[in-house]
């Protein structure tokens, strides 16, 4: 796939429904009495990964690919599985079912891609070993004939369900995953469980789960689950995914003589991070139609080309944007002056390790950015040009820079374009539909 230089966009479009609210309809509706209606829902591989995985859990689901049909069995209602359960690069997948296996009365395997099988589980294997679930992960040279047992704390690994006892976990990490992992295991436990986290990750979990009839409360960043709910199926629809739009914020912004309205997207402050990145590097963002989606906030995007400057990004914000910071790092090379990442350690364990990935594409790109072991120093405002891009098979890698790409001298070429059909199947139909 080559790109070119373009001089504007202009146009409205609507991104794909939220992964990470996607993944939770399927989760849920399926430990849920009765039927859970999911609409807008992702037609990404890895929220694919997940409806494949509760159907060998013995649920049946309807995909028809406008909307999923999941019929809950209960918060019971399981059985196991007989073949190993693929998350393919999916680690909410991984992580969020880990959550609700450890419960039940079973053994479970679960096995993914090249990708996944570097990822760290041990963040959930620890909090979940606590509560009594048993973990043993497997050499992926032998997997699946399981006769060598490793301490790699990555998949393949086995879970042993158990009947829980309730825990209050201090996460060392701002995580969603692990937060939730913790919390649907606490559906299963004999009390009260409740997880502390240094700064608040995303809380889709926590609403979802409270709209399905959890007994759940938030106080500033603990959150904590009663046990043995009566969860019942919900009608469901998916706000579009803000990291998806992120892509689209960014060409809008950076692009002279561009504006776009992105429609109907999930503006949850967990989540939104990215709209006030923007704004602080001077970004004309106006938020319109403001409402609430199936107990999530959205918006429409109004995205205006406008003049960038550095700022620095750290802190409390980092879980806020975690999967932006790719985009905002391409920003940043447009941009006057010098942008600041800190704090973004989780960018060494996502798909790829982002801090290198971004790194080795934008000084590619002739770019001046600097990796620090937290994140990384972008020096904006050097003319960009063409070259090959290695995603790493990445879909925010291939994006990024896609955008990128399409505000560099010369062409732009990729190793791989298809990975973003991880999150967004229909990515470049979408930027051609914009194209003037």
């Given at each position: 796939m080559n790109i070119t230089k373009k001089h504007s966009f202009r146009g409205e479009l609507s991104v794909p429904g939220d992964k990470s609210i996607s993944h939770r309809g399927i989760m849920f509706g399926a430990i849920s009495n009765g039927l859970t209606e999911v609409t807008n829902f992702l037609q990404g591989a890895d929220c694919l990964s997940t409806i494949s995985c509760f159907r060998q859990l013995g649920i049946s689901i309807e995909n028809d690919g406008s909307k999923v049909l999941v019929h809950g069995k209960g918060l019971h209602g399981l059985t196991q599985s007989?073949?190993?359960?693929?998350?393919?690069?999916?680690?909410?997948?991984?992580r969020l079912i880990s959550g609700i296996l450890a419960g039940q009365p079973f053994q479970s395997t679960l096995n993914g891609d090249a990708s996944i099988r570097k990822r760290p589980m041990n963040r959930i294997f620890t909090p979940l070993s606590e509560m009594g679930a048993r973990f043993q992960c497997w050499d992926a040279g032998y997997f699946p004939d399981l006769y060598k047992k490793t301490s790699?704390?990555?998949?393949?690994f086995t879970i042993q369900g158990s009947s829980l006892r309730h825990i209050h976990y201090q996460s060392p990490i701002a995580s969603a995953q692990v937060k939730s992992a913790v919390l649907l295991a606490g559906l299963y436990g004999d009390g009260i469980t409740k997880v502390t986290e240094p700064v608040l990750s995303r809380n889709h979990t926590e609403l979802m789960l409270a709209g399905f009839g959890a007994d759940i409360l938030s106080t500033d960043t603990t959150a904590a689950i009663w046990p043995e709910p009566k969860l019942e199926g919900q009608a469901i629809h998916v706000p579009g995914d803000i990291s998806s739009a992120a892509y689209f914020i960014a060409l809008g912004l950076i692009t002279p003589n561009s504006e776009i309205l992105i429609q109907n997207v999930g503006i949850n402050p967990t989540r939104s991070g990215i709209l006030q990145?923007?704004?602080?590097?001077?970004?004309?963002?106006?938020?319109?139609?403001?409402?609430?989606?199936?107990?999530?906030?959205?918006a429409d995007i109004l995205v205006t080309s406008s003049s960038l400057?550095?700022?620095?990004?750290?802190?409390?914000?980092?879980?806020?944007?975690?999967d932006e910071l790719p985009i905002i790092a391409v920003m940043a090379a447009f941009a006057e002056g010098t942008t600041i990442i800190k704090d973004a350690q989780e960018l060494k364990v996502k798909e790829s390790d982002r801090i290198l990935s971004v790194t080795e594409n934008l000084n590619a790109m002739g770019g001046k950015i600097t990796p620090t072991d937290d994140g990384?120093?972008?020096?904006?405002?050097?003319?960009?040009?063409?070259?090959?891009?290695?995603?790493?098979?990445?879909?925010r890698i291939a994006m990024a820079f896609c955008i990128a790409g399409l505000n560099a001298e010369g062409e732009t070429t990729f190793d791989d374009r298809n990975c973003v059909t991880i999150s967004y199947p229909s990515f470049y139909e979408d930027l051609e539909h914009l194209q003037v």
């Open positions: 007989q073949q190993i359960l693929d998350v393919g690069n999916s680690g909410t997948t991984a790699s704390g990555c998949a393949p990145a923007a704004l602080a590097m001077g970004g004309k963002i106006t938020l319109l139609n403001q409402r609430t989606v199936s107990g999530e906030p959205a400057h550095g700022t620095t990004i750290g802190g409390s914000q980092i879980p806020t944007l975690i990384m120093i972008i020096e904006g405002g050097s003319l960009l040009h063409g070259t090959e891009i290695k995603t790493y098979q990445d879909h």
